[in-house]
């Protein structure tokens, strides 16, 4: 996020670790819903130098955090009290600041998103309430352990009701209440150096060609979902079609992969030049480019992909327009997939587990 060297930047004690109990595996729920039974804990986590162990601030180190979300440069998570800490890039502390709004009521978080360069959170009475900076945490209060900072924010008009959202890059997408998809511009780093009025807040524009297409082709359906990255998205429609768009194409019409339409898809990712698409029976499909072969797609070697799919061969990277069908480490299914730059991951279980 913008100003990263106006942040605090000591260090403080490290904080006792925390392990969780036995639990079960369910594909029914969402995946930050699942948990595990307890010969796969990981009883203390073990840092290296991939690996570090974050904290969270005093008296909120025995919150249970019930989403976590990550931008390009921080991320944030949300707790079962409904609040909100930052870790960003930038900084040596390994404790999460506690985001703070002034003006604004206590009410319920319903989810929160790290765009590429802000964050946002829906909360229940106000609305989509969007940061682009935040104070910097003061000296006393680094001293006692408080760890807390206000956000400078501004609330998006008329998002009282939203079915859901999510964060880019100066903008925010969400599906309000009547199943239409709107998009909020915001210009990140003029609002953060206080380079325009910050009273001052743009209205969100319906983005016509998604909602149009809806119209024209089921009347009946609405919007239900939406995920994204960067500038790319993907938006769903309760009659099981997916639509993908790029916010930099204003009045480009929604890019319909014929595989990917009403086949039950649950969930979708994107990395830097790829997608994932995971779906409810467990199955995994993956499209796009391999930039530099690093493999981001599952396919295996570009030589299988060939042989698999029927194709000439040859030695460049794999690149495809159609998903295909990523093969299963064994006799199970996927449960969950995250897409970053050039890597992706998945959460699989094996049938003899469940």
């Known amino acids: 996020m913008p100003l990263q060297d106006q942040r605090y930047d000591r260090d403080v004690s490290p904080q006792p670790e925390q392990t969780r109990g036995p639990t079960s595996v369910n594909l029914t729920k969402p ?14 986590i073990k840092e290296t130098s991939f690996i570090t162990r974050v ?15 990550s931008g390009r440069q921080h991320f944030i998570a949300l707790d079962e009290d409904s609040n909100i800490f930052s870790w960003d890039t930038g900084t040596i502390d390994k404790t999460g600041c506690k985001i703070e709004f002034v003006n604004l009521p206590k009410d319920y978080i319903k989810k929160v998103s790290a765009g590429w360069n802000l964050s946002a959170c829906y909360m229940s009475k106000v609305g989509i309430v969007v940061w682009y900076s935040r104070e910097a945490v003061t000296k006393e209060e680094y001293e006692n352990g408080l760890m807390k900072s206000i956000a400078n924010h501004l609330v998006i008009p008329g998002t009282s009701g939203v079915i859901d959202f999510v964060a880019l890059n100066d903008c925010i997408l969400f599906i309000n209440s009547h199943g239409k998809l709107f998009r909020f511009d915001l210009a990140t780093q003029d609002y953060a150096n206080g380079d325009v009025d910050r009273m001052t807040v743009n209205l969100p524009v319906e983005m016509d060609t998604f909602n149009s297409w809806l119209h024209q082709n089921d009347d009946n359906a609405k919007f239900s979902k939406i995920t994204g990255c960067f500038n790319r998205f993907a938006v769903f429609t309760d009659g099981a079609n997916i639509l993908l768009g790029d916010k930099n194409d204003d009045d480009a019409e929604p890019t319909l992969i014929e595989e990917l339409q009403k086949k039950n898809i649950i969930h979708i990712v994107m990395g830097d030049y790829h997608y994932m ?11 796009g480019t391999e930039s530099a072969k690093c493999g981001c797609l599952g396919l295996g070697s570009k030589k299988e992909y060939c042989t698999r799919e029927h194709l000439p061969y040859n030695d460049e990277q794999i690149s495809t327009s159609r998903p295909a069908l990523v093969k299963l480490p064994g006799d199970g299914k996927w449960l969950a997939v995250a897409a970053a730059g050039w890597h992706s991951s998945g959460l699989y279980i094996d049938h003899q587990d469940e």
């Open 31 to 44: 995946p930050e819903d699942l948990t595990f039974p307890s010969e796969l804990q990981q009883p203390k």
């Open 55 to 69: 904290h969270l601030p005093g008296k909120y180190q025995a919150g249970k955090i019930r989403a976590l979300s």
């Open 277 to 287: 698409a995971l779906t409810d029976t467990g199955n995994l499909l993956s499209w």
